[in-house]
């Protein structure tokens, strides 16, 4: 089958790979009718490029037609219409039992002290090969894959797979108050549908601060007040002004390890990216390498005692935090991989209307493309080309 692999630093390729089969009982192998590019896969085609090994397969972002079942999968069967959690969990562990799905115990990569296995990332996450191709092998899948419905098109329902839960969590992790306020720093898809998702859920004012012109246009249309940090000298005073000079009650960092603006980390990551595999990896793990422009923004913009809720993914140990400045404001911060199944069943109800789209989902893709045109598609998303924010990926296209 044809996928797309890791080939090095901002090289990936489509080629053949062998076609994936059923190799436990509980797996399931899906033909994926669609699948995205996320910001979690720019990590991996750039920063993270050190944990990858050539020929990898991306992608954790899938949905599909179940063809094959192993003989403990009894929830779904061949034909069925599915969106596959990007973390893999087995639904009865201790940690699943809880809901935290993100850190199932039976998945989980004791050898690199790290969670649930995820697919398409990187041998710390189980090495499980990606959805970034035409078939997926489904492990844990009498318990993972979310059965939708038939009928509207692919974008309605893909989102289940990361970014809507994501953000839902975000918004949970956020703890705005009824009628509050919230300020979502980034606006990429994990960006745009926090925003959204605060304001569904009660949320009276949401902000949200990017530069990219056509995020900021985008965020407008859903009735955020954008704030364009790449224009304001003093974003986070704007912000207060508008909000009783305190600042929001909650902020949402959706950008992570890549933001712009923080020279010392883009250094850090750019030497990471000079050196043997080892020697980087051991960087990575022990030394402050994440650029944390927007998070420090983010702490900087939440009022006293208000919660910062970090979506974004970051992968450095010795990160500088301003000790300070988080104590005195008595800030609550929560942060992690998502608990993809926590969420979906609030979500699937909200995508099922074709005659209507609360969360706007239809309103997120900007570009669907052939699966073999996958290296352009990651070239554009990560410059920021040609007005790309969320791409899709289509494997069995003619
Ligand atoms: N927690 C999870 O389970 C989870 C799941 C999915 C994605 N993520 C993470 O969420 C983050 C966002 O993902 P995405 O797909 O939306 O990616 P993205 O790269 O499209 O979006 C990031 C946005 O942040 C903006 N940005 C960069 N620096 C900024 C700064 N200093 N101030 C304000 N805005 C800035 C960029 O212009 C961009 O629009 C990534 O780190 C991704 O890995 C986490
Ligand atoms: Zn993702
Ligand atoms: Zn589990």
């Given at each position: 089958?044809?996928?797309?692999?890791?080939?090095?630093?901002?090289?990936?390729?489509?080629?053949?790979?062998?076609?994936?089969?059923?190799?436990?009982?509980?797996?399931?192998?899906?033909?994926?009718?669609?699948?995205?590019?996320?910001?979690?896969?720019?990590?991996?085609?750039?920063?993270?490029?050190?944990?990858m090994e050539q020929g990898d397969v991306?992608?954790?972002?899938?949905?599909?037609?179940?063809?094959?079942?192993?003989?403990?999968?009894?929830?779904?069967?061949?034909?069925?219409?599915?969106?596959?959690?990007?973390?893999?969990?087995?639904?009865?562990?201790?940690?699943?039992?809880?809901?935290?799905?993100?850190?199932?115990?039976?998945?989980?990569?004791?050898?690199?002290?790290?969670?649930?296995?995820?697919?398409?990332?990187?041998?710390?996450y189980g090495h499980v090969p990606g959805?970034?191709?035409?078939?997926?092998?489904?492990?844990?899948?009498?318990?993972?894959?979310?059965?939708?419905?038939?009928?509207?098109?692919?974008?309605?329902?893909?989102?289940?797979?990361?970014?809507?839960?994501?953000?839902?969590?975000?918004?949970?992790?956020?703890?705005?108050?009824?009628?509050?306020?919230?300020?979502?720093?980034?606006?990429?898809?994990?960006?745009?549908?926090?925003?959204?998702?605060?304001?569904?859920?009660?949320?009276?004012?949401?902000?949200?601060?990017?530069?990219?012109?056509?995020?900021?246009?985008?965020?407008?249309?859903?009735?955020?007040?954008?704030?364009?940090?790449?224009?304001?000298?003093?974003?986070?005073?704007?912000?207060?002004?508008?909000?009783?000079?305190?600042?929001?009650?909650?902020?949402?960092?959706?950008?992570?390890?890549?933001?712009?603006?923080?020279?010392?980390?883009?250094?850090?990551?750019?030497?990471?990216?000079?050196?043997?595999?080892?020697?980087?990896?051991?960087?990575?793990?022990?030394?402050?390498?994440?650029?944390?422009?927007?998070?420090?923004?983010a702490f900087d913009l939440v009022r006293?005692?208000?919660?910062?809720?970090?979506?974004?993914?970051?992968?450095?140990?010795?990160?500088?935090?301003?000790?300070?400045?988080?104590?005195?404001?008595?800030?609550?911060?929560?942060?992690?991989?998502?608990?993809?199944?926590?969420?979906?069943?609030?979500?699937?109800?909200?995508?099922?209307?074709?005659?209507?789209?609360?969360?706007?989902?239809?309103?997120?893709?900007?570009?669907?493309?052939?699966?073999?045109?996958?290296?352009?598609?990651?070239?554009?998303?990560?410059?920021?080309?040609?007005?790309?924010?969320?791409?899709?990926?289509?494997?069995?296209?003619?």
């Open positions: 089958m044809r996928a797309v692999t890791w080939q090095g630093v901002e090289d990936v390729q489509v080629r053949d790979v062998p076609d994936p089969g059923i190799e436990r009982p509980t797996d399931a192998v899906v033909e994926v009718t669609s699948t995205a590019i996320c910001g979690s896969d720019l990590h991996l085609y750039s920063p993270l490029g050190a944990f991306l992608g954790h972002e899938a949905m599909g037609v179940v063809r094959e079942v192993g003989s403990e999968v009894t929830r779904i069967s061949p034909g069925d219409r599915v969106v596959m959690p990007f973390n893999i969990s087995c639904g009865n562990c201790h940690m699943c039992r809880n809901d935290c799905y993100a850190q199932c115990e039976t998945t989980q990569v004791r050898e690199y002290g790290k969670g649930a296995a995820l697919f398409g990332y990187t041998k710390l959805g970034q191709a035409e078939y997926l092998r489904v492990p844990q899948a009498h318990f993972g894959p979310i059965r939708v419905p038939e009928g509207p098109p692919d974008e309605r329902f893909l989102f289940l797979s990361d970014v809507l839960p994501t953000a839902w969590q975000a918004v949970d992790f956020a703890d705005i108050p009824p009628g509050g306020s919230v300020a979502v720093v980034g606006l990429g898809p994990i960006g745009q549908m926090s925003a959204r998702i605060a304001r569904h859920r009660g949320a009276s004012q949401v902000f949200g601060l990017d530069s990219v012109p056509e995020r900021l246009a985008m965020a407008e249309r859903h009735g955020v007040t954008a704030v364009d940090t790449g224009r304001e000298n003093d974003p986070a005073g704007l912000v207060r002004d508008r909000t009783e000079g305190r600042g929001p009650d909650s902020v949402i960092d959706a950008v992570g390890m890549e933001a712009h603006g923080a020279p010392l980390g883009k250094a850090a990551q750019a030497m990471a990216q000079l050196l043997p595999d080892g020697v980087a990896q051991k960087l990575m793990e022990r030394a402050g390498v994440d650029r944390l422009a927007a998070l420090h923004l006293r005692a208000g919660t910062v809720s970090i979506s974004g993914v970051y992968g450095g140990q010795a990160d500088p935090m301003p000790m300070m400045d988080l104590f005195d404001k008595g800030v609550q911060i929560r942060m992690g991989q998502a608990h993809v199944r926590r969420w979906t069943d609030d979500i699937l109800p909200l995508l099922t209307d074709a005659d209507s789209d609360p969360l706007g989902v239809d309103d997120l893709t900007t570009h669907v493309v052939p699966l073999d045109q996958a290296p352009d598609a990651y070239d554009k998303f990560q410059h920021k080309r040609d007005g790309a924010i969320k791409m899709v990926l289509r494997p069995h296209a003619a």
